[in-house]
């Protein structure tokens, strides 16, 4: 079995873009049967108000490009 050094050593010898995969999964497996069932149903509620705002019309959705300017603009004027 590898030591966690040899590990570390052939993941940082991966391309940027599968260093991110490993290290997205490793983060996952973190959080493995933590479950906070009380955060759970606050995030279920929050959901569900949060769908019955745009179905009942209270909220405007934006498309994506439209964030992606407003991104883009703010990054803009901090440079």
């Known amino acids: 079995m590898a030591t ?5 050593s052939d993941v940082l010898r991966l391309p940027p873009e599968e260093r991110a995969e490993v290290a997205h999964k490793l983060l996952l497996s973190l959080e493995e ?12 509620a929050e959901l569900e108000r949060r ?3 745009v179905l009942d019309g209270s ?10 300017e407003r991104i883009s603009a703010r990054l803009g004027q901090r440079r």
């Open 4 to 8: 966690k050094e040899d590990l570390l």
């Open 59 to 68: 909220v405007k959705t934006v498309s994506w490009e439209q964030v992606e």
């Open 33 to 44: 049967g933590v479950e906070d069932p009380e955060a759970q149903a606050e995030w279920s």
């Open 51 to 53: 769908a019955r705002e």
